[in-house]
């Protein structure tokens, strides 16, 4: 057998309107909001660059303009740091553009996110890569992707993170049917986008981490919109399981959700809770704002 294609680069599709969170996105893309002080998208491109893949792809839309600059430098403020002699704030604005090399396409329409997907199919060519929705952050403490990483080298095909939810919450995700038990690495056997509770073959959800074999890109071209109108990327890997292996990886580690208002806040408090410059000072704050407030 041929040596496996190594995986090298990470895509993160980044053109959604992020309309739950207006007027914030109003002018600057979702993938900007901080959590505590890092812009989500930057938690989700060190996952990658911890997972080896320091070639990022970006699919954006109309406001991709901070992203660019976010991953860029900035001369200016840098030497204006470096006046003041501010090394630690020069650290962080330097690491941020020193991260991975970032690129950038446009996705055109919106036409869901396995069209977004497609529009990476040029800059990822013949080898299996992965994929990482901005929506989840997952606590570096845990590592997923090296694992999932791992797996695709060794069975070939592609693999989804996969995390058991309340069987009420799987009409939010993808669900995936399994072969035999919920063990950490299971061989898929179906996937369905969003399904109501009572159709769910499963409880597992798919959670927004993907390495995909790159024959994913010729199924897409030929999937047509599913739920919500939408080509789901979904639907392309569920036709996958026709020709080659779909693996799963069940996450049981902490994942922090920040796709809408209320799990954004959670996500913070969190993370922070979990700093050591913030975390004693703001767990204290919280004890006796609670009690004050009944
Ligand atoms: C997307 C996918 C869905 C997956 C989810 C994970 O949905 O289509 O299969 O479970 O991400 O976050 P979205 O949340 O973008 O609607």
Not at 58 to 84: C, I, S, W, Y
Not at 198 to 224: C, K, M, W
Not at 238 to 252: C, D, K, N, S
Request: proline share 8%; with cysteine.
């Amino acid at each position: 057998m041929p040596a496996p294609r190594p995986v090298t680069k990470a895509v993160i599709p980044a053109a959604g309107l992020g309309t739950r969170f207006l007027p914030a996105t109003k002018a600057s893309p979702k993938e900007m909001l901080p959590v505590v002080d890092k812009p989500a998208i930057q938690y989700v491109v060190e996952e990658a660059v911890r997972a080896g893949l320091d070639d990022v792809l970006m699919v954006t839309g109309r406001n991709k303009r901070p992203l660019e600059d976010h991953f860029d430098r900035n001369v200016e403020l840098e030497h204006a740091l470096q006046e003041k002699g501010d090394l630690a704030k020069l650290a962080l604005v330097h690491e941020a553009s020193q991260l991975a090399t970032v690129h950038y396409v446009r996705q055109g329409d919106p036409k869901g996110l396995g069209h977004a997907v497609l529009a990476a199919a040029q800059h990822v060519g013949d080898e299996p890569f992965a994929v990482l929705l901005g929506d989840d952050l997952i606590d570096e403490r845990d590592p997923l992707l090296e694992h999932m990483i791992a797996v695709q080298q060794r069975e070939g095909g592609s693999v989804v993170a996969l995390m058991e939810v309340p069987i009420e919450a799987i009409s939010l995700y993808g669900c995936a049917a399994i072969d035999g038990p919920p063990g950490d690495v299971v061989r898929i056997t179906g996937l369905v986008e969003k399904p109501p509770a009572d159709e769910a073959p499963s409880n597992l959800a798919i959670i927004g981490r993907y390495v995909l074999s790159p024959s994913v890109f010729a199924v897409l071209r030929q999937t047509p919109p599913g739920r919500g109108g939408e080509i789901q990327l979904t639907d392309a890997i569920q036709a996958l399981i026709a020709t080659e292996p779909v693996h799963g990886v069940v996450f049981r580690g902490r994942r922090y959700d920040t796709g809408d208002r209320l799990d954004y806040l959670k996500a913070v408090i969190q993370l922070a809770a979990d700093r050591d410059d913030l975390g004693p000072l703001l767990v204290d704050w919280l004890r006796g704002w609670l009690t004050t407030r009944g």
